[in-house]
């Protein structure tokens, strides 16, 4: 296609907060000018984008997409597919896969993977064992080191302080952390041996096993000033601890199934509620909402993690946690901005501006001249409910069934190619390895 692309009279989201009405001309895969008016050249192809919104392209810093191993779950051509009907032009990937993502060599297999297969622009985790210590200081490109503290199995599960200090203690890279404390889920799955309703599992998995967790991690960090970012933070207790001892290097994310979600879903749908951290009472949410309008809390992201509805139906205990999330998250929380719960503006730093900045990923999250033309095109004037058989994630269901949203994205471009328009995906897309510096640490 075309080099040059002209984005007719959309409102646009600036990097200041407001909107502006007016003409976006990309070339080459970079914006090259934002203004009322713009000539069109010979090259150049058109976009009429009058009665949508422009807004950064979605960064999602957490997914699992099961690929190598678990492919029958979700795969990168299949996750990428739903990214890009999701407005997600970037994610950052987690390291257990088949084999898990502990190696240089991992990593690089991953990379080679994506670059044939990824619609959309990626980024991959290093996974923390209690042994792999060279490779978390030396592996490249990644955006950081993942450690399961708990809610994992095998090598990658470093629950113990001794273990997790000599992480904390050598090299500079962030350290996200699954904040949960296996100790304390092991003592309480003692009292709930024949738990069958999935409910039980945000019971098991107590606000106090995530706080325990938390308070280790943000111990460590601060004892060697380490970069720390926690992910999917889900209780109020943690938000409290936060909002009293925050250092400026530290992050944290929430995820929209822990700010729209809670314990009354099991009834509802199940165990396709079910998810590590769990889902958590009303109050929660409250505290997790008022966070994030806050900046306790800096950025969203889905922790998008499909199981298949045969897995899913094994029956608790037996099935899997994890749910998908990549399609809707832009429209949910577009549609909390135009319920009045935030603003457009605020749902898109959170999931555009700030995951750039946290991770130190050059020239995304802004409608700005030079940087990438990472962009999604959203239609804020129509409700749709989410459907099923709709969703190009592999799993093929959405714990948001039914939802009505607003702000589905119309079109979906990656370094100024389409990779999404009007329900139709342009499956020869390449989207590109991403690159990280060393992140700041506040949204």
């Given at each position: 296609?075309?080099?040059?692309?002209?984005?007719?009279?959309?409102?646009?989201?600036?990097?200041?907060?407001?909107?502006?009405?007016?003409?976006?001309?990309?070339?080459?895969?970079?914006?090259?000018?934002?203004?009322?008016?713009?000539?069109?050249?010979?090259?150049?192809?058109?976009?009429?984008?009058?009665?949508?919104?422009?807004?950064?392209?979605?960064?999602?810093?957490?997914?699992?997409?099961?690929?190598?191993?678990?492919?029958?779950?979700?795969?990168?051509?299949?996750?990428?597919?739903?990214?890009?009907?999701?407005?997600?032009?970037?994610?950052?990937?987690?390291?257990?896969?088949?084999?898990?993502?502990?190696?240089?060599?991992?990593?690089?297999?991953?990379?080679?993977?994506?670059?044939?297969?990824?619609?959309?622009?990626?980024?991959?985790?290093?996974?923390?064992?209690?042994?792999?210590?060279?490779?978390?200081?030396?592996?490249?490109?990644?955006?950081?080191?993942?450690?399961?503290?708990?809610?994992?199995?095998?090598?990658?599960?470093?629950?113990?302080?001794?273990?997790?200090?000599?992480?904390?203690?050598?090299?500079?890279?962030?350290?996200?952390?699954?904040?949960?404390?296996?100790?304390?889920?092991?003592?309480?799955?003692?009292?709930?041996?024949?738990?069958?309703?999935?409910?039980?599992?945000?019971?098991?998995?107590?606000?106090?096993?995530?706080?325990?967790?938390?308070?280790?991690?943000?111990?460590?960090?601060?004892?060697?000033?380490?970069?720390?970012?926690?992910?999917?933070?889900?209780?109020?207790?943690?938000?409290?601890?936060?909002?009293?001892?925050?250092?400026?290097?530290?992050?944290?994310?929430?995820?929209?199934?822990?700010?729209?979600?809670?314990?009354?879903?099991?009834?509802?749908?199940?165990?396709?509620?079910?998810?590590?951290?769990?889902?958590?009472?009303?109050?929660?949410?409250?505290?997790?909402?008022?966070?994030?309008?806050?900046?306790?809390?800096?950025?969203?992201?889905?922790?998008?993690?499909?199981?298949?509805?045969?897995?899913?139906?094994?029956?608790?205990?037996?099935?899997?946690?994890?749910?998908?999330?990549?399609?809707?998250?832009?429209?949910?929380?577009?549609?909390?901005?135009?319920?009045?719960?935030?603003?457009?503006?605020?749902?898109?730093?959170?999931?555009?501006?700030?995951?750039?900045?946290?991770?130190?990923?050059?020239?995304?999250?802004?409608?700005?001249?030079?940087?990438?033309?990472?962009?999604?095109?959203?239609?804020?004037?129509?409700?749709?409910?989410?459907?099923?058989?709709?969703?190009?994630?592999?799993?093929?269901?959405?714990?948001?069934?039914?939802?009505?949203l607003t702000g589905l994205p119309a079109i979906t471009l990656v370094g100024g190619e389409i990779v999404y328009e009007r329900g139709k995906l342009n499956t020869e897309a390449r989207g590109k390895a991403l690159s990280f510096s060393a992140g700041e640490a506040g949204g």
């Amino acid at each position: 296609m075309s080099s040059e692309l002209l984005i007719r009279q959309p409102r646009m989201l600036l990097p200041s907060g407001e909107f502006f009405v007016g003409d976006l001309h990309i070339q080459n895969g970079k914006i090259a000018e934002v203004a009322t008016k713009i000539s069109a050249t010979e090259a150049s192809r058109e976009i009429d984008a009058r009665n949508l919104t422009l807004l950064p392209g979605v960064i999602d810093p957490q997914v699992h997409l099961r690929e190598p191993g678990l492919e029958h779950k979700e795969d990168l051509f299949t996750g990428s597919r739903a990214c890009a009907k999701g407005g997600v032009t970037s994610f950052l990937e987690m390291p257990n896969t088949r084999p898990p993502t502990t190696t240089q060599a991992a990593l690089d297999d991953k990379l080679q993977r994506a670059a044939k297969k990824s619609l959309v622009n990626y980024g991959f985790f290093i996974g923390a064992t209690a042994e792999n210590l060279p490779d978390l200081v030396e592996a490249e490109p990644t955006c950081g080191i993942k450690i399961f503290m708990g809610s994992s199995h095998g090598a990658l599960l470093v629950s113990e302080e001794e273990e997790l200090e000599p992480i904390f203690a050598n090299g500079e890279r962030l350290i996200a952390v699954h904040a949960e404390d296996q100790s304390r889920i092991n003592q309480r799955q003692k009292q709930f041996t024949d738990a069958s309703d999935p409910a039980y599992h945000s019971q098991i998995k107590d606000n106090q096993a995530a706080l325990n967790a938390t308070k280790l991690a943000l111990k460590l960090s601060k004892k060697y000033q380490r970069r720390l970012h926690i992910l999917h933070l889900s209780t109020a207790e943690e938000a409290e601890l936060l909002r009293q001892d925050k250092p400026s290097w530290v992050t944290a994310e929430v995820t929209p199934q822990h700010l729209l979600l809670n314990t009354d879903a099991y009834e509802k749908i199940g165990t396709l509620a079910q998810m590590n951290p769990p889902l958590r009472s009303p109050h929660d949410n409250a505290a997790l909402w008022q966070a994030l309008l806050d900046g306790v809390i800096d950025f969203i992201a889905t922790d998008h993690a499909p199981h298949t509805l045969e897995e899913k139906a094994k029956g608790y205990p037996h099935t899997p946690s994890g749910m998908p999330g990549v399609e809707t998250s832009l429209p949910l929380m577009l549609t909390q901005a135009m319920a009045g719960h935030c603003s457009i503006a605020q749902a898109s730093h959170w999931m555009s501006s700030a995951p750039a900045q946290a991770y130190g990923i050059p020239n995304k999250g802004a409608i700005a001249h030079g940087y990438d033309a990472d962009l999604v095109l959203v239609d804020l004037d129509n409700y749709h409910p989410i459907v099923s058989e709709k969703l190009q994630t592999k799993c093929g269901w959405s714990p948001f069934e039914g939802w009505n949203l607003t702000g589905l994205p119309a079109i979906t471009l990656v370094g100024g190619e389409i990779v999404y328009e009007r329900g139709k995906l342009n499956t020869e897309a390449r989207g590109k390895a991403l690159s990280f510096s060393a992140g700041e640490a506040g949204g």
